[in-house]
């Protein structure tokens, strides 16, 4: 039975990670911090089928037990301080735990054992002020957030690792993905919950930062499958993952509010606490390199996921008014 360490699992992609490994017949380990209320809302259909154990990015000796005690075929990095707007107010944290994090869990397999196969979860804000359009595996970086460079830093010593001790060391740069299980400060579901706040009488308002800032979203459970098949690939690379397509979140809110029959014009209120210091305008891959060499291909259509995150906040709503899936 293949091992895998996921770090990160109590998040929206180590969720969909998890799920995707067991049925392929993963023994699934989970790294969670320590901390004082439970986070494993997004585990709770699976919790009997996969081991939790603690550990922090911070913390070096955690990463070297977890890599000793469990002895992984493979090792997912996902764990992050992954919004955007707070590595502008917890810069450090964010070095800490987004870029430093990914030199001790390296750190940890090349003590340990070399031969893990590793993923680090790299990401399209290390486009940031883009270039080229569409972004590929060889656009250059130019990123726009303390998030975004802290991103790039993992990045490049993922490669380096790989270039240096030659790992088994890849770095998937995903654009963003969304889901029903998306952490409710982020735009695409901060819109579908307040869509469904408004349609069952709940709220009057939804309140958004720059409408015109363009995304390619795609469905996290489509992305997880290319981080796995990285590693299943021949040898360790870096792949851009994405659907080719972007939209506006003016957009977005068109079609979401559109899904439940009412006009976004009517409840969206531009304010000004939702802006960024320097905000990315545009990003939109160029995924080509996935589709031929991993296989790898979009499924879920931006209609789709809008939908989809609609009526599963109309969902939970009606049935579990005080959870957040
Ligand atoms: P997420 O929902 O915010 O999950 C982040 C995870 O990291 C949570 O499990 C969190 O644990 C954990 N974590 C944070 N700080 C930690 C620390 N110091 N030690 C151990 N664990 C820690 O993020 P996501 O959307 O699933 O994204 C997964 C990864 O992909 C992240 O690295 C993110 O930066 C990257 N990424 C995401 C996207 C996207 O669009 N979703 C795109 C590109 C790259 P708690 O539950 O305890 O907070
Ligand atoms: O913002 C605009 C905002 O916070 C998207 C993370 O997963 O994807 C994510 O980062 C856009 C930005 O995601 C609001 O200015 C307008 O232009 O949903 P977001 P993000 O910053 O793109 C990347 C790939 C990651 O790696 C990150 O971890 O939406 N926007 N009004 C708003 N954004 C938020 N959050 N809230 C607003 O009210």
């Given at each position: 039975m293949p091992v895998a360490i996921i770090t990160g699992i109590t998040g929206q992609d180590g969720s969909y990670l998890a799920e995707l490994l067991l049925g392929k017949g993963y023994q699934v380990i989970g790294m969670v911090r320590r901390s004082s209320?439970?986070?494993?809302e997004r585990l709770q259909h699976i919790q009997d089928d996969i081991i939790i154990t603690q550990g922090d990015l911070h913390d070096q000796s955690s990463m070297v037990a977890l890599i000793e005690e469990y002895k992984p075929d493979e090792v997912y990095n996902?764990?992050?301080?992954?919004?955007v707007p707070t590595s502008w107010s917890q810069p450090l944290l964010t070095a800490e735990a987004t870029g430093l994090g990914v030199t001790r869990i390296l750190e940890a397999i090349r003590l340990v054992n070399s031969q893990i196969k590793f993923y680090q979860a790299s990401?399209?804000?290390?486009?940031?002020?883009?270039?080229?359009?569409?972004?590929?595996?060889?656009t250059p970086f130019y990123p726009r957030s303390p998030y975004g460079v802290a991103k790039l830093y993992g990045h490049w010593i993922t490669v380096n690792y790989r270039e240096s001790f030659d790992m088994f060391a890849c770095s998937g740069i995903l654009f963003n993905h969304e889901s029903p299980?998306?952490?409710?400060?982020f735009v695409t579901r901060k819109i579908t919950n307040t869509v469904a706040k408004i349609k069952m009488g709940l709220t009057r308002e939804l309140r958004l930062g720059n409408l015109e800032a363009q995304r390619d979203w795609g469905f996290a459970g489509d992305y997880v499958q290319a981080m796995w098949m990285m590693l299943q690939h021949p040898r360790a690379e870096s792949f851009v993952i994405g659907t080719g397509e972007t939209h506006s979140v003016r957009e977005f809110c068109e079609v979401a509010f559109g899904a439940v029959d009412l006009n976004y014009q009517d409840y969206v209120v531009q304010d000004?606490?939702?802006?960024?210091?320097?905000?990315?305008d545009l990003l939109i891959s160029d995924p080509a390199k996935a589709n031929t060499e991993l296989g790898w291909k979009n499924k879920t259509t931006f209609r789709e996921l809008v939908e989809m995150m609609v009526a599963a906040d109309l969902q939970r709503l009606s049935t579990n008014p005080q959870g957040t899936r």
């Amino acid at each position: 039975m293949p091992v895998a360490i996921i770090t990160g699992i109590t998040g929206q992609d180590g969720s969909y990670l998890a799920e995707l490994l067991l049925g392929k017949g993963y023994q699934v380990i989970g790294m969670v911090r320590r901390s004082s209320t439970v986070t494993m809302e997004r585990l709770q259909h699976i919790q009997d089928d996969i081991i939790i154990t603690q550990g922090d990015l911070h913390d070096q000796s955690s990463m070297v037990a977890l890599i000793e005690e469990y002895k992984p075929d493979e090792v997912y990095n996902l764990a992050a301080q992954s919004f955007v707007p707070t590595s502008w107010s917890q810069p450090l944290l964010t070095a800490e735990a987004t870029g430093l994090g990914v030199t001790r869990i390296l750190e940890a397999i090349r003590l340990v054992n070399s031969q893990i196969k590793f993923y680090q979860a790299s990401s399209s804000e290390m486009f940031g002020k883009v270039v080229e359009v569409p972004q590929n595996e060889d656009t250059p970086f130019y990123p726009r957030s303390p998030y975004g460079v802290a991103k790039l830093y993992g990045h490049w010593i993922t490669v380096n690792y790989r270039e240096s001790f030659d790992m088994f060391a890849c770095s998937g740069i995903l654009f963003n993905h969304e889901s029903p299980r998306r952490g409710l400060e982020f735009v695409t579901r901060k819109i579908t919950n307040t869509v469904a706040k408004i349609k069952m009488g709940l709220t009057r308002e939804l309140r958004l930062g720059n409408l015109e800032a363009q995304r390619d979203w795609g469905f996290a459970g489509d992305y997880v499958q290319a981080m796995w098949m990285m590693l299943q690939h021949p040898r360790a690379e870096s792949f851009v993952i994405g659907t080719g397509e972007t939209h506006s979140v003016r957009e977005f809110c068109e079609v979401a509010f559109g899904a439940v029959d009412l006009n976004y014009q009517d409840y969206v209120v531009q304010d000004p606490r939702f802006y960024r210091p320097a905000e990315v305008d545009l990003l939109i891959s160029d995924p080509a390199k996935a589709n031929t060499e991993l296989g790898w291909k979009n499924k879920t259509t931006f209609r789709e996921l809008v939908e989809m995150m609609v009526a599963a906040d109309l969902q939970r709503l009606s049935t579990n008014p005080q959870g957040t899936r």
